[in-house]
């Protein structure tokens, strides 16, 4: 009688410490959940390595972290740094795109886009598609020539990889939902848009009425917010401009869009880190909100 005393007392701890253990995992998954709610979207909040344009790629991956981000959409041409030599380039090495993945790894940030960028002819088309599939990024932001796509589509289906039509502003090609609306019709649901937010509203667009264009063409986005309307709009914290954030987050939502966000500042360049941090906790507290 003892001995199976002891024997169910010691089965009724085994069984209180798994619920304690579970307790211990749902507690820590919600809170995860509360502080990086747009995960619960489907969105891949990080940001433009371009916003750290004066330093290496690495210390722009630093910078990100610190932001509480573990994201980054990596640009051409950057040093990359970190002890790696060379830049950021479809041409790299295959010892190089390991290395690169693994300093990655071991600073919980992923790549998962990569422009803006685009190909001269199809074979360096090809090699940015392969450079991409090889890193793992699962979107190319481009401004390709409109004769492309049609070959982008072929290659975009073929490497299961985005290709987000990115508008700069006015008299830029793509700066009017219209044009790459008609540029992509007939195409893969690979090619689609690379929602701009501040240049819409450089170029005197409403950036919500431009995202219901796109509806269903969404594919990445740079988020902005600006000071003012027109070409003189500089970077502010998001939610604290003239961009309507709260509207573009709400549309989004709406559209069930899923993808990546990438933070765009180009504003107090030597030391924005902190101007982003602050735009991340503006944006999680805005999508946490109906």
Excluded at 11 to 21: D, G
Excluded at 258 to 266: F, M, V
Aim: positive net charge; proline residues 3%.
């Amino acid at each position: 009688m003892n001995f199976l005393k002891i024997k169910s007392g010691l089965l009724m701890s085994l069984v209180m410490l798994l619920a304690i253990a579970g307790c211990k995992t749902r507690a820590t998954s919600t809170a995860k959940s509360n502080v990086n709610p747009e995960q619960k979207l489907g969105w891949e909040l990080g940001s433009q390595a371009y916003t750290f344009r004066l330093f290496t790629f690495f210390e722009a991956v630093k910078k990100i972290d610190s932001c509480n981000l573990r994201y980054v959409e990596a640009f051409p041409g950057q040093l990359i740094g970190g002890g790696i030599e060379g830049k950021m380039d479809p041409n790299m090495s295959e010892a190089t795109r390991k290395a690169i993945l693994s300093k990655l790894k071991a600073a919980n940030v992923k790549v998962i886009a990569f422009g803006v960028t685009k190909g001269n002819n199809e074979a360096e088309w090809v090699k940015l598609f392969e450079f991409c599939k090889s890193m793992g990024i699962h979107t190319i932001t481009s401004e390709p020539d409109e004769k492309s796509i049609p070959l982008l589509s072929k290659l975009a289906d073929k490497y299961e990889i985005n290709v987000a039509i990115h508008n700069h502003p006015n008299p830029s090609h793509y700066w009017n939902p219209d044009i790459i609306l008609n540029a992509i019709k007939g195409q893969s649901k690979r090619i689609g848009a690379c929602a701009d937010i501040g240049h819409w509203v450089r170029s005197g667009l409403d950036p919500v009425a431009c995202l219901k264009k796109l509806e269903g063409h969404v594919l990445h986005s740079h988020m902005k917010d600006l000071h003012e309307t027109g070409k003189k709009g500089h970077d502010v914290h998001w939610g604290e401009g003239v961009c309507n954030i709260p509207g573009v987050i709400a549309e989004l939502k709406r559209q069930n869009f899923k993808g990546g966000i990438s933070a765009e500042y180009e504003y107090n360049w030597k030391s924005n880190s902190a101007d982003v941090a602050a735009s991340v906790i503006n944006f999680r507290n805005m999508v946490t909100k109906k």
